[in-house]
């Protein structure tokens, strides 16, 4: 039998059958051939017109009901309106289906180049938002874009992203991607911390720059603010905009941000956090050669997944897991504790059972929270 391409095809005779008996789809494709030869004359036989190509393979589908069967027919044509229609009414005049009474209602003809035409219309909108025209301003921006980019560099033996920070002013940023941020808007001196914990080479640094330290407008850059402002030299603080991060922000709120930067003793005035304030009167009292056996224990205790406890002298009352921090700091208040070195990340349980034992001073890698008095310090 002919086959007409779908490049051809112009109708598709849609067609619903029923009949009182058990039939296959040769019963029906052979009623439709059989019981339509002769009733439009030799130009319109239809087996003529499929070995022409004028008419397409013709579909059945069908399924039982009881003792009846029921079912679509799909003749495909590509003959013009008058002759599709005389079809589908030749179709209709079927009254038997192999032994059954049998009755055929043709329920439209469908228009298939149509359907192409809608495809081909809400194709091009897709191809035409994808086009997209570049102008001279979009390659200039382009060029500037990469160029502010290729500025990009490492600095210290921690290979911290950085630009140009050889000025007095040194901004500091959480990661890589707030320091591209910043300097695709044009300001190039910043630095990143590359996450969370302040870097050794930012708390040199800090020693010999006016540090701006620049954070994400959510909880967890209040923490990095407290965290790092106790461990390194900082002259101002800054916040994005509630809820935004430095990496998302634009150039205006860039420089809008920047220009409400604050010092760093009224940010803890702000937050409760002055110097007269139980959380940094301890080190107040503590000298230099205290502070450097501290860091000897941190340094020794690094990596270990351990907590230990000391006293107000840095000496070691006990050393034991994170997992029963919080007890022995129960059992152990008559020893008076006052400094906690957790490898680890500090919940808010241990913090509450820190205060409770009337610590002084916890160091850790990370924390939940900073809703405290005593002092936070990180690793």
């Not at 997209?132 to 033996?157: P, V």
């Not at 911390?193 to 050794?200: C, I």
């Not at 610590?359 to 900073?370: A, E, Q, S």
């Amino acid at each position: 039998m002919g086959k007409i391409s779908p490049v051809s095809i112009k109708y598709m005779i849609h067609a619903n059958f029923t009949a009182e008996g058990a039939l296959e789809k040769p019963d029906v494709i052979g009623a439709i051939f059989g019981q339509t030869e002769g009733l439009l004359g030799n130009e319109l036989e239809m087996r003529d017109l499929q070995k022409e190509g004028k008419i397409g393979r013709i579909e059945v589908e069908l399924q039982r009901e009881g003792k009846r069967t029921i079912g679509t027919i799909k003749v495909p044509t590509a003959l013009d309106q008058s002759e599709t229609t005389l079809i589908a009414a030749a179709i209709e005049t079927i009254e038997r289906i192999g032994p059954s009474d049998s009755q055929i209602e043709v329920e439209k003809i469908e228009d298939v180049r149509g359907s192409k035409r809608e495809y081909i219309v809400e194709r091009a909108k897709k191809l035409m938002k994808e086009f997209q025209a570049t102008d001279s301003r979009e390659i200039s921006a382009e060029i500037k874009n990469a160029a502010r980019i290729s500025a990009l560099s490492e600095y210290g033996k921690e290979k911290l992203p950085s630009g140009d920070i050889s000025g007095r002013e040194v901004i500091i940023v959480e990661g890589r991607a707030d320091v591209l941020n910043l300097i695709r808007n044009g300001v190039n001196n910043v630095i990143g911390m590359n996450g969370t914990k302040l870097p050794e080479d930012i708390r040199e640094l800090s020693r010999e720059k006016d540090m701006i330290l620049f954070v994400d407008g959510d909880r967890g850059g209040k923490l990095i603010i407290k965290n790092v402002i106790d461990n390194a030299s900082i002259k101002y603080v800054t916040v994005a905009p509630s809820g935004k991060e430095v990496e998302e922000l634009t150039g205006k709120e860039i420089l809008m941000s920047l220009r409400k930067k604050i010092p760093v003793e009224e940010f803890r005035s702000k937050e409760g956090l002055t110097k007269n304030s139980s959380s940094y009167s301890f080190f107040d009292n503590t000298n230099k050669v205290d502070k450097e056996k501290l860091k000897e224990f941190a340094r020794k205790y690094k990596g270990t997944g351990n907590a230990v406890l000391l006293n107000e002298s840095l000496q070691e009352i006990r050393k034991v897991s994170i997992k029963g921090l919080v007890n022995s700091l129960k059992r152990n208040v008559s020893k008076n504790p006052k400094i906690v070195i957790i490898d680890g990340t500090v919940t808010n349980s241990v913090i509450k059972a820190a205060e409770q034992a009337r610590c002084k001073v916890i160091l850790g890698k990370n924390f939940v929270t900073t809703d405290t008095n005593i002092q936070l310090l990180s690793f």
